[in-house]
T-cell receptor, first 116, second 115 residues
Framework: AQSVSQHNHHVILSEAASLELGCNYSYGGTVNLFWYVQYPGQHLQLLLKYFSGDPLVKGIKGFEAEFIKSKFSFNLRKPSVQWSDTAEYFCAVSRSFSGGYQKVTFGTGTKLQVIP | NAGVTQTPKFQVLKTGQSMTLQCAQDMNHNSMYWYRQDPGMGLRLIYY???????DKGEVPNGYNVSRLNKREFSLRLESAAPSQTSVYFCASSEAKDFPRWPQHFGDGTRLSIL
């Protein structure tokens, strides 16, 4: 079965520190990869996505993620975090099934707290 | 600039009561989704609708029914609520003209408590 692992459940950083959130998935075939963010009290928003091409993906708000196929990983990075980055981050993986449906599996999320 | 609108935002039910959660999107999207979010479990897909008139089960469909009333609206019904259905429910939509189909826009969620 397809699964997504986010090993860091809660990360605390000071402003200006660098961020890397881990995401690993279990499926060996062709996948699409996503990072979503949920700010406190808000709905999920898409940060970035990877379908094909350059494995280094740039997203909104200075975030980027690198797809490393050999490691089944899609880690999220940001060089310098801000207090406003405090949120919960979800990695998600999708793959195609018959009928065109992309089964999207979400990780359990990583709560990031940035201390001013 | 509404996007995906869910109603209600909060609801408390007693075990055995029924309820319908409403979702509407104004982006002319084809696909719509219902997820539940539980602590430590991420989001899990309950049902989805790839287009008007079609619905399919997701990972956790038991205890729920859905209706894709038209292109805009996708409702989720709990026929006989159980405490295990206490959760935050999110509706989402995606344009999904072609592959791939994945949730692009989410609503603000409905926080549902079953006593």
């Amino acid at each position: 079965a397809q699964s997504v692992s986010q090993h860091n459940h809660h990360v605390i950083l000071s402003e200006a520190a660098s961020l890397e959130l881990g995401c690993n998935y279990s499926y060996g075939g062709t996948v699409n990869l996503f990072w979503y963010v949920q700010y406190p009290g808000q709905h999920l928003q898409l940060l970035l996505k990877y379908f094909s091409g350059d494995p280094l993906v740039k997203g909104i708000k200075g975030f980027e993620a690198e797809f490393i196929k050999s490691k089944f990983s899609f880690n999220l990075r940001k060089p310098s975090v801000q207090w406003s980055d405090t949120a919960e981050y979800f990695c998600a993986v999708s793959r195609s099934f018959s009928g065109g449906y992309q089964k999207v599996t979400f990780g359990t999320g990583t709560k990031l707290q940035v201390i001013p | 600039n509404a996007g995906v609108t869910q109603t209600p935002k909060f609801q408390v039910l007693k075990t055995g009561q029924s309820m319908t959660l409403q979702c509407a999107q104004d982006m002319n999207h084809n696909s719509m989704y219902w997820y539940r979010q539980d602590p430590g479990m991420g989001l899990r897909l309950i049902y989805y609708s790839a287009s008007e008139g079609t619905t399919d089960k997701g990972e956790v469909p038991n205890g729920y029914n859905v209706s894709r009333l038209n292109k805009r609206e996708f409702s989720l019904r709990l026929e006989s609520a159980a405490p295990s259905q206490t959760s935050v429910y999110f509706c989402a939509s995606s344009e999904a003209k072609d592959f791939p189909r994945w949730p692009q826009h989410f609503g603000d969620g409905t926080r549902l408590s079953i006593l």
